[in-house]
């Protein structure tokens, strides 16, 4: 089993407020994703980083923000949450070439 | 147009059954084509990979690529309740970023 985190599992949170997913590895994998995933849905990539201090967005146009600070740790914030939110948000890395991807169990989000 | 489709299923099939999951895709630049099983309330995992067309077996599944005909599949035999999941296709260009199918929800019944 990969050793990829997420936190907090499940969220509900009202419209407005700052939220900030957690996603850790501990494999030293120097590439991170984030995805979103809607029910029945592909997975849509809004944010990577190939390194330390290097995050781009993805296809999928996302009013979140990433940071890597440090190898391990790759953080989603969302200023200010709204219903159109609401989704499964999903976080991998990987090494090498990257199509062998490990991804963590996701966050399920709620924006009331 | 979506650039990888895959039907949504659910498909269901009896234990033992030999079980065939398909994707078609546009872009002919796609080189690397991966399979990913995503249990309920999990992460996929990677199943297989295969480089540009062919075949490769691992154990009871198989991964068949046609680079011709934009068209790969993934058979499971022996089918088992516990490969009820859904499998998702990936493919890219050799670069990170993997475009995926929606999945196939599979279904094995005892």
């Known amino acids: 089993e990969a050793d990829i985190y997420q936190t907090p599992r499940y969220l509900v949170i009202g419209t407005g407020k700052k939220i900030t997913l957690e996603c850790s590895q501990t494999?030293?994998?120097?590439?991170m994703y984030w995805y979103q995933q809607d029910p029945g849905m592909e997975l849509h990539l809004i944010h990577y980083?190939?390194?330390?201090?290097?995050?781009e967005k993805g296809d999928l146009s996302s009013e979140s923000t990433v940071s890597r600070i440090r190898t391990e740790h790759f953080p989603l914030t969302l200023e200010s949450a709204r219903p159109s939110h609401t989704s499964q948000y999903l976080c991998?890395?990987?090494?090498?070439?990257?199509?062998?991807?490990?991804f963590g169990p996701g966050t399920r989000l709620t924006v009331t | 147009q979506k650039e990888v489709e895959q039907d949504p299923g659910p498909l269901s099939v009896p234990e033992g059954a030999i079980v065939s999951l398909n994707c078609t895709y546009s872009?002919?630049?796609?080189?690397?084509f991966m399979w990913y099983r995503q249990y309920s309330r999990k992460g996929p995992e990677l199943l297989m990979y295969?480089?540009?067309?062919g075949n490769k077996e691992d154990g009871r599944f198989t991964a068949q690529v046609d680079k011709s005909s934009k068209y790969i599949s993934l058979f499971i035999r022996d089918s088992q309740p516990s490969d009820s999941a859904t499998y998702l296709c990936?493919?890219?260009?050799?670069?990170?970023?993997?475009?995926f199918g929606g999945g196939t929800r599979l279904m094995v019944k005892p």
């Open positions: 494999m030293g994998h120097d590439k």
């Open positions: 872009n002919s630049a796609f080189q690397y």
């Open positions: 991998a890395s990987s090494v090498g070439t990257g199509y062998e991807q490990y």
């Open positions: 980083s190939y390194g330390v201090n290097s995050t």
């Open positions: 295969t480089y540009s067309s």
């Open positions: 990936a493919m890219t260009n050799a670069g990170n970023m993997l475009t």
